[in-house]
């Protein structure tokens, strides 16, 4: 290493990654860091590179701190600059992490046990900058005269018993070493009868106490092999790779940054000192292909037989990425409960598993196609999609139908998206993994005798498909209060989060739904799945070959995700507002408006929200609310939004896809003075751009393009601009000139036009399965795995309580 001057590029990607985990941080971290950093401009960063940096959350790989440490180490910001803002911002445990990377203790002192009268001697060798200075100590007392890398205690007496630790500094930079005990040698000290007779006394045997054990690595991963020992002097170490020693591997741990097809053979470690010289046992590393399996080798392949203790390997997805569909409030049909909470729930556990999701209620035909579409483009090489619909729903002849919120009285499938369609698109992409689950009713629709033939299927190996409930049945909602959730989700997560082949954790569900006596004989999940590989949605998340697709990919879906930064309005009266914003969902935001501060001549004051863009749902009697239930929201709770201690006013804005321009409202501050009887008001205008999913447009109709078995490759034809970061404005949506750059990216529907299906019979009546109350729902002996935290969703003791159940197929034609 070398001095404080040094540029923080110099750093390894180790050390920048760990620093980077230290500084994703809310509360102390990489914001307050780049607020710290403009002291000198040219680290200085801009609004563009700070929302790229916020940006990388959504990406299951990503961190705001990696990406920032990364630009200040292309304006070669150099060490020292660093740790001074670093500690100006008091995040001591990243200056604690930074100077003891720049001051390695690359020698500990080890304990020892000697006789009384002998000579021992302690070591401390550090490397970093020139000039360090080491001290000593017993306990918290300095030794005298101890301030050199050997501390020597001669003749060693029993007063000199106890703890010492080394401090090794550079100005105001300090580590400090591990504790080395020392004691008198009697008949239980390790060393008393390990001692050689042509040895110094002061020596102990030298002895490993942790050997490297055998690794299997996929090609382009870390590699890391570890050997630990002991003994007086200390040990140093050398490790050899197919019997030759490895350059500057001279450290305990062996550790490459790549591992490549060279790296693979036999490795061991050896373990000297100026009296012993010993070895390791000699291990196997195998380095498996950079595929999406890091399996073994076929052995007739390789002729390599791999050892027994060889770890083992997994299955791994280039990316993940969720698409969640809830309609609950149809304009011609019964309403719904269940998919807010349930769409709500499973958003949050995808995360938990690094998927990114976009999550929509309430959607037009429009809008479920644009969503599938987008949704779609994100399905490529290696990548685990998850598609996800709670709603009204049908099956005729086979074929099911997602139920739009604007499909009329007596619709067809021509109002409807066809999940087989939908089924076939997905079937075409070169995907690691795709699960596509229905909530809805599979009763057969009377008005609707048309049996649309869908295209040819690709044979491939990676559907998993689930129907919440069987043919000819009903998927069932249970409703408690203001909040409700579907049978099939409320088995699913207490699942989802299990290390599980996909299909073994859905068989899991299954069976949970057939233990239940309320849900025997009325729903069963149904289960199709052509798997043949041991994939989960717990699996990790790593880089494929090629990055830049995996930008576009980022891109495409996290403009989907983008809230407006908070505001901080300051009228001429002196009271500062800010609004802050919050993402129910995708397409569900709720504003909070927060008086921070008012001069003590007001005596009241309240900033409230009027004149919303035309595009918005906004139902004006539930704005400017006291609490988020006031305004309309079941899934957020004062504690969890504004800052505690400030009045604060609620207004909830749905159906942000629909939304064509920039969302712009007005702040209208209402405040009194004492010494007046009339209120007086202040207004503000105020524009956001387009927030979460308003981006992508949802409300346009895609280009129709036909599908084919190409389009796995929709990504590597999509051409980015310049910049991979967003367009001025944050509109991440592509016009048509850009769309139609994509090329094979096949993926946008072939609307039905109306009049392609013949005119159907109105329909007979159909038998209303009947409502009931049952005093049990769940058994509460069934496992629960690890659960999100929604607060907010009071369920958890619905076991206890009488609910109602209900069918959530739509018997209203």
């Not at 710290?36 to 960063?45: L, N, S």
């Not at 380095?287 to 002729?303: M, R, V």
């Not at 209060?481 to 068989?507: A, C, H, P, Q, Y």
């Not at 009887?677 to 895609?702: A, C, F, M």
């Amino acid at each position: 290493m070398g001095d404080w001057t040094q540029e923080l590029g110099t750093l390894g990607d180790g050390v920048l990654n760990r620093l980077a985990e230290i500084l994703d941080n809310p509360k102390c971290g990489w914001r307050q860091l780049a607020a710290a950093v403009t002291e000198q401009p040219k680290f200085r960063c801009s609004e563009k590179e700070l929302l790229n940096c916020s940006l990388q959350v959504l990406s299951a790989t990503g961190s705001p701190s990696r990406l920032l440490l990364s630009m200040l180490a292309d304006r070669s910001c150099p060490l020292g600059f660093l740790l001074h803002c670093l500690r100006k911002i008091d995040h001591r445990s990243a200056v604690q992490y930074l100077i003891a990377t720049v001051i390695r203790i690359i020698i500990q002192p080890q304990s020892q046990c000697e006789p009384d009268g002998c000579r021992l001697v302690l070591t401390c060798q550090a490397e970093g900058p020139k000039g360090m200075a080491y001290q000593w100590f017993k306990g918290k007392e300095e030794v005298p005269n101890g301030q050199n890398p050997d501390l020597v205690l001669c003749p060693f007496v029993a007063s000199q018993q106890g703890h010492y630790i080394c401090r090794v500094s550079h100005g105001e930079n300090f580590v400090y070493s591990q504790w080395a005990k020392v004691q008198l040698a009697s008949g239980d000290c390790p060393s008393s009868d390990a001692r050689d007779g042509f040895l110094p006394s002061s020596t102990s045997s030298l002895r490993i106490t942790q050997q490297p054990q055998p690794l299997s690595v996929c090609e382009g991963t870390p590699l890391r092999l570890e050997c630990a020992a002991e003994g007086n002097p200390p040990p140093q170490y050398q490790w050899y790779h197919n019997n030759e020693p490895v350059a500057q591997a001279t450290r305990p741990s062996l550790e490459i940054s790549c591992a490549t097809t060279s790296s693979r053979g036999q490795y061991s470690c050896k373990v000297f000192n100026l009296y012993h010289d010993i070895r390791s046992e000699e291990i196997h590393v195998e380095i498996g292909p950079g595929s999406f399996l890091c399996s073994s080798f076929d052995e007739n392949d390789g002729g390599y037989n791999p050892p027994p203790a060889r770890q083992h390997s997994r299955f791994y997805a280039t990316d993940k990425v969720a698409l969640l569909m809830g309609n609950m409030n149809y304009q011609h049909h019964r309403q719904l409960r269940a998919p807010m909470a349930d769409v709500h729930q499973l958003c949050n556990l995808l995360r938990q598993l690094d998927f990114k999701v976009v999550s929509l209620l309430d959607l037009t035909l429009q809008e479920m196609h644009s969503a599938v579409t987008e949704f779609l483009l994100l399905l490529d090489r290696g990548v685990y999609g998850l598609l996800y619909f709670a709603g009204h729903g049908y099956e005729n002849y086979g074929n099911s139908f997602m139920v739009p919120i604007d499909a009329p009285s007596s619709y067809t499938s021509e109002h409807c998206l066809w999940v087989q369609d939908v089924l076939r698109r997905m079937q075409g992409r070169q995907t690691g993994l795709n699960v596509f689950l229905l909530d809805m009713c599979r009763k057969r629709n009377l008005n609707d005798d048309v049996i649309p033939q869908p295209g040819p299927l690709k044979v491939t190996a990676n559907i998993v498909f689930g129907y919440a409930t069987c043919v000819d049945a009903e998927a069932y909602e249970v409703n408690k209060d203001g909040l409700s959730n579907g049978i099939f989700m409320s088995f699913l997560t207490r699942r989802l989060l299990e290390d599980e082949k996909v299909t073994v954790m859905l068989d899991k569900v299954a069976e949970d739904m057939g233990q239940c006596d309320i849900t025997r004989g009325r729903q069963a999940l149904e289960l199709r799945s052509n798997l043949s590989e041991r994939r989960a949605l717990t699996d990790r998340v790593q880089s494929g070959d090629c990055p830049e697709i995996a930008s576009v990919r980022n891109l495409q879906w996290a403009v989907a995700n983008v809230l407006p930064d908070s505001l901080y309005l300051r009228f001429e009266c002196g009271v500062t507002v800010q609004l802050g914003f919050a993402a129910e969902f995708s397409n569900i935001m709720i504003i909070y408006a927060s008086v921070l501060e008012k001069p003590d001549a007001v005596v009241t004051c309240t900033a409230q929200l009027t004149d919303f863009s035309e595009d918005v749902g906004v139902e004006l009697k539930l704005t400017n609310q006291e609490s988020p239930m006031d305004a309309g929201s079941l899934l957020f709770t004062a504690e969890t939004l504004a800052q505690p201690g400030f009045p604060s006013l609620y207004t909830r804005l749905s159906a942000l896809q629909r939304l064509k321009y920039e969302l712009s409202f007005s702040v209208c501050l209402h405040y009194q003075y004492a010494s007046m009887d009339d209120e007086i008001q202040e207004t503000r205008l105020v524009s956001v751009g387009k927030p979460l999913v308003s981006k992508l447009n949802l409300h346009q109709p895609r280009l129709p393009r036909s599908f084919s078995a190409s389009s796995s490759c929709d990504l590597h034809c999509f051409s980015l601009p310049e910049s991979s970061s967003f367009p001025d404005g944050l509109d991440g949506h592509l016009p048509a000139s850009e769309t139609s750059s994509i090329g094979s990216a096949s993926t946008c529907w072939s609307f039905y036009q109306p009049g392609e299906f013949p005119d159907s019979p109105l329909p007979a009546k159909v038998n209303l399965p009947e409502e009931t109350v049952s005093p049990e729902f769940l058994d509460p002996d069934l496992p629960r795995p690890l659960s999100a935290d929604i607060r907010s969703l009071p369920l958890d003791n619905m076991e206890r309580l009488s609910l109602h159940f209900r069918s959530k197929q739509n018997f209203s034609f």
